[in-house]
């Protein structure tokens, strides 16, 4: 079965680190692509990142290109989000999901499934 796992979240002050991850299983991520969500309360589940092995390639939102990289291992089957420089309203429960066109983007939330359970990220001010 397909299966992604979360983790990494945290509380953390603003300006901070933290790095999550997404342990794949039941595929390669030669298989599908990878994104990673996020959805504070209230608010709806948006796009932050994907990462296409199809196409070699990694997509950011606008809010956090450039404070945010996402990156794989293949040996782990394992795909990272170091997220730097964060600010507090980058709090949200993060998730990753798989797109199993292999594409990435868009960062439509309908494209993608298999979902975790997430990781909750704090940023105090």
């Known amino acids: 079965d397909v299966q992604l796992v979360e983790s990494g979240g945290g509380l953390v002050q603003a300006g901070g680190s933290l790095r999550l991850s997404c342990a794949a299983s039941g595929f390669t991520l030669d298989d599908y692509a990878i994104g990673w969500f996020r959805q504070a309360p209230g608010k709806v589940r948006e796009g932050v990142s994907s990462i296409s092995a199809r196409t070699d390639s990694t997509y950011y939102s606008d809010s956090v290109k450039g404070r945010f990289t996402i990156s794989s291992n293949n040996a782990k089957n394992t795909v990272y989000l170091q997220m730097n420089d964060l600010k507090p309203e980058d709090t949200a429960v993060y998730y990753c999901?798989?797109?199993?066109?292999?594409?990435?983007?868009?960062?439509?939330?309908?494209?993608?499934?298999?979902w975790g359970q997430g990781t909750q990220v704090t940023v105090s001010s």
């Open positions: 999901a798989t797109d199993i066109t292999g594409w990435g983007e868009p960062l439509y939330t309908s494209r993608f499934d298999n």
